[in-house]
């Protein structure tokens, strides 16, 4: 299986100022039709997760324009360039190039300071 | 608007099978898989499997084969996970979610309690 890792694990964000997570792949996710099958979600308190970015620098329909993903091959990185406080929550990155083997990333906690 | 709504939440002692419904509605369920992931309390995401409601075709994670069966009815535009053999480790929040290579939107979740 793709092996994701994420850091930092937990990451005590200001609000207004910029937050970034970075998620790292054991293998390239790069497909040969030139996508990257790695995605963003956001786990808030006591909800269900919620899809920010898709094939690495996607924003999901209704995600504010301070979200932005970017990245290739292995290395990958979710930027907030001001944090908000609905901000906070577990965000997931996750795999989809091996369609019979999805895998996530252990989850980055941003909580305000 | 698209929506996943998920059946109850389920207390199941060891050994049994629990069953969870994932109804959609909002768009073509022919259309897309749904998907299954689990979460342990205070625990990260956890794929399971998916279901193209297509053809019926499902791929499971190889830690549950056997255990798991994905479905989906096209009469009723519902997807179903059933797993048997429970344990203890089994309790978690389990979600459904619509999806071929990204999940939007996820059902809220159904609460599965292995307790004897």
């Known amino acids: 299986d793709i092996v994701m890792t994420q850091s930092p694990l937990s990451l005590p964000v200001t609000p207004g100022e910029p937050a970034s997570i970075s998620c790292r792949s054991s293998?390239?996710?790069?497909?040969?039709?030139?996508?990257?099958?790695l995605n963003w979600y956001l786990q808030k308190p006591g909800q269900s997760p919620q899809l920010l970015i898709y094939?690495?620098?996607n924003r999901a329909s209704g995600v504010p324009d301070r979200f932005s993903g970017s990245g290739s091959g292995t290395d990958f990185t979710l930027k907030i360039s001001r944090v908000e406080a609905e901000d906070v929550g577990v965000y997931y990155c996750?795999?989809?190039?091996?369609?019979?083997?999805?895998?996530f990333g252990p989850g980055t906690r941003v909580d305000i300071k | 608007e698209v929506q996943l709504v998920q059946s109850g939440a389920e207390v199941k002692k060891p050994g049994t099978t629990v069953n969870i419904s994932c109804k959609v509605s909002?768009?073509?369920?022919?259309?897309?898989?749904i998907q299954w992931v689990r979460q342990a309390p205070g625990q990260g995401l956890e794929w399971m499997g998916l279901?193209?409601?297509?053809?019926?075709?499902?791929i499971y994670a190889e830690r549950f084969q056997g255990r798991v069966t994905i479905t989906a009815d096209t009469s009723t535009d519902t997807a179903y996970l059933e797993l048997s053999g429970l344990r203890y480790e089994d309790t978690a929040m389990y979600y459904c979610?619509?999806?071929?290579?990204?999940?939007?939107?996820w059902g809220q979740g159904t609460l599965v309690t292995v307790s004897s």
């Open positions: 979610a619509k999806g071929n290579n990204w999940f939007a939107p």
């Open positions: 909002g768009y073509t369920f022919i259309d897309f898989y």
């Open positions: 279901v193209d409601p297509a053809d019926g075709e499902t």
């Open positions: 293998q390239s996710l790069l497909h040969s039709n030139g996508y990257n099958y």
């Open positions: 094939v690495a620098s």
């Open positions: 996750m795999q989809t190039l091996e369609t019979r083997r999805v895998t």
